[in-house]
């Protein structure tokens, strides 16, 4: 047999005396270190529903379900755990101050079903009322207008947010707007094809 090294033997005796390099878990609970990235999760109260997480999660482990029926439409955003890959782009892209999505520390995330691997957030959406195409998430509308500030008055479906916003209106009106579409119709919750439209089809009459 060969004889042991010096330096196998001093380390040998230093290990006898010193505390173990591997935590105790689960006996412990272990303290992930400061920079660490787990589970991201979303914040209901700051996300706007725009998505572009989703958009820029190269796992797609952010999935977008838009329900769109009369009784009202909703996004729904989920993020899959089981498919993330933790590497902070949902984060790092965030268009709500970084702060719609976040990487959090939680790291022990095993589950026996599916269901339980994932969690969401809902969002109102608003809908054309003229062909009942998607416009876009109301939240991620509002987040528009206080980029753009007063330019906002002149577009239509921001005017009838700003409304709601500055109590002018009750809440948004989501009348169904009959074809073919008028001058006015601008000012109501159409989409861009729809507003073009309304302006064309009164130009037409005019000439
Ligand atoms: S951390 Fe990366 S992989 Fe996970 S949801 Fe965010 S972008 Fe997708
Ligand atoms: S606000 Fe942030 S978290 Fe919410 S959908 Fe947009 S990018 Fe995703």
Not at 35 to 54: D, H, I, L, T, Y
Not at 67 to 74: A, D, H, P
Request: hydrophobic share 35%; with cysteine.
């Amino acid at each position: 047999m060969r004889k042991p090294k010096i330096r196998e033997l001093k380390e040998a005796i230093i290990s006898l005396v010193s505390r173990p390099y591997t935590a105790k878990f689960p006996a412990e609970a272990h303290v992930p270190f400061e920079r660490f990235r787990g589970k991201p999760q979303f914040n209901p109260e700051k996300c706007v529903g725009c998505g572009a997480c989703a958009i820029v999660c190269p796992a797609e482990a952010i999935k977008v379900e838009d329900i769109i029926n009369k009784e009202g439409s909703k996004r729904i955003l989920t993020h899959y755990s089981g498919i993330c890959i933790f590497c902070g782009q949902c984060e790092a892209n965030c268009i709500a101050d970084k702060s719609g999505i976040k990487l959090t520390k939680e790291f022990d995330i095993a589950y026996f079903k599916q269901e339980e691997d994932c969690h969401c957030v809902e969002h109102e959406l608003l809908v054309c009322s003229g062909c009942g195409k998607l416009i876009g998430a109301k939240k991620h509308l509002i987040w528009t207008i206080k980029k753009i500030g007063h330019l906002s008055f002149a577009q239509g479906t921001l005017l009838n947010i700003n409304q709601e916003i500055l109590e002018v209106k009750s809440e948004i009106d989501r009348k169904e707007v009959k074809k073919p579409l008028n001058r006015t119709d601008f000012f109501k919750i159409v989409c861009p094809q729809c507003r073009r439209e309304s302006l064309l089809i009164d130009e037409s009459i005019k000439s």
